[in-house]
Nanobody, 122 residues
Framework: VQLQACGGGSVQAGGSLRLSCAFS????????LGWFRQAPGKKREFVAT????????YYADSVKGRFTISRDNAKNTVFLQMNSLQPEDTAVYYC????????????????WGQGTLVTVSS
């Protein structure tokens, strides 16, 4: 199983980015997926998760209303649309496959992508 995240970059506060994560080597549509992030000097934190069908979605309070997670099972890809970005959103963003139903706990995820850097300037 491999996950390849891309779409990161540098934007000004208030801007938008769309992250993508391509999944290969497994049954993509059978698994919940999640996005996490890690800012410099901080622990990795949960951002969002989406169930295999897309019918159950959860967000961290810090991104609720600004970020949208979605998936395209035909293209084996999960997305994270990030709007109204703020400097505190600066981090390396990781996509991951859940070994269970999808949760906010990183320990529930068994495969991780390499991360893509998002930098938001004020």
């Amino acid at each position: 199983v491999q996950l390849q995240a891309c779409g990161g970059g540098s934007v000004q506060a208030g801007g938008s980015l769309r992250l993508s994560c391509a999944f290969s080597g497994g049954a993509f549509s059978s698994y919940a997926l999640g996005w996490f992030r890690q800012a410099p000097g901080k622990k990795r934190e949960f951002v969002a998760t989406i169930s295999w069908s897309g019918g159950r979605i959860y967000y961290a309070d810090s991104v609720k209303g600004r970020f949208t997670i979605s998936r395209d099972n035909a293209k084996n890809t999960v997305f994270l649309q990030m709007n109204s970005l703020q400097p505190e959103d600066t981090a390396v963003y990781y996509c991951a496959r859940s070994a269970g139903w999808g949760s906010a706990k990183s320990s529930d995820y068994d495969y991780w992508g390499q991360g893509t850097l998002v930098t938001v300037s004020s």
